[in-house]
């Protein structure tokens, strides 16, 4: 079993829709998540951090299930700009990275 | 806020040939940064942890003999690709986290990557 997994994708999706990204982790002492965006063939940059008591910033709200380790990204009233490769990450000793979801948002 | 640069973007060399891509933190120290590869349409993999002063550590089917490490500064990290072969083409990115935003909870800032190329 992989130590990050993600819903395999692709997610394509029409403008101003609602969608949403889940992940697992394996290992019950990782103690910080984030979600990265990578563009094609551009590195990651984070999108947000995700905190125990979730947290929202403007379209996107992250949300974390320690009991059940898994993490979510709910993007709202998706733009063409969302779309990306929307990874999970997960650190316990270190950062382990999701296999990513793939995102295109259509007009 | 915390920059990493990454150089080259870009390179393109003939197998047999050793190549050496730089990571820079610009305006913090790193002890630590992170050696990533990514082939296509997969995930980032992490190669090695490279501690400034000390040997890196690899991870498990990363040949250290391949991959030279060099983190001599607490801003500067090289990773050298040596006698590369196509096999090697690939994206490689270097990631680091400011220390100043604890290690737990502060997330990775990544350079630009190196996109490598082997003919």
């Known amino acids: 079993r992989k130590e990050v997994e993600q819903d395999p994708g692709p997610f394509n999706v029409p403008e101003g829709a609602t969608v949403a990204f889940n992940c697992t982790y394996s290992n019950s002492a990782s103690q910080s998540f984030f979600w990265y965006r990578q563009d094609c063939r551009k590195e990651p940059k984070l999108l947000m951090s995700?905190?125990?008591s979730g947290n929202e910033d403007g379209r996107f709200t992250a949300q974390l299930n320690r009991a059940s380790q898994y993490i979510s990204l709910l993007i709202r009233d998706s733009k063409l700009s969302d779309s990306a490769t929307y990874l999970c990450?997960?650190?316990?000793?270190?950062?382990?990275f999701g296999a990513g979801t793939r995102l295109t948002v259509k007009p | 806020g915390a920059v990493v640069s990454q150089h080259p973007s870009r390179v393109i060399c003939k197998s047999g040939t050793s190549v050496k891509i730089e990571c820079r933190s610009l305006?913090?120290?790193?002890?630590?940064m992170f050696w990533y590869r990514q082939f296509p349409k997969q995930s980032l993999m992490l190669m090695a942890t490279?501690?400034?002063?000390?040997?890196?550590?690899?991870e498990q089917g990363v040949e250290k003999d391949k991959f030279l490490i060099n983190h001599a500064s607490l801003t500067l990290s090289t990773l050298t690709v040596t006698s590369a072969h196509p096999e090697d083409s690939s994206f490689y990115i270097c990631s680091a986290r400011d220390p100043v935003q604890g290690a737990t909870y502060s997330p990775l800032h990544f350079g630009n990557g190196t996109r490598l190329t082997v003919t």
């Open positions: 305006d913090f120290q790193a002890t630590t």
């Open positions: 990450v997960v650190k316990a000793n270190d950062m382990r």
């Open positions: 490279s501690n400034e002063g000390s040997k890196a550590t690899y």
């Open positions: 995700v905190y125990s």
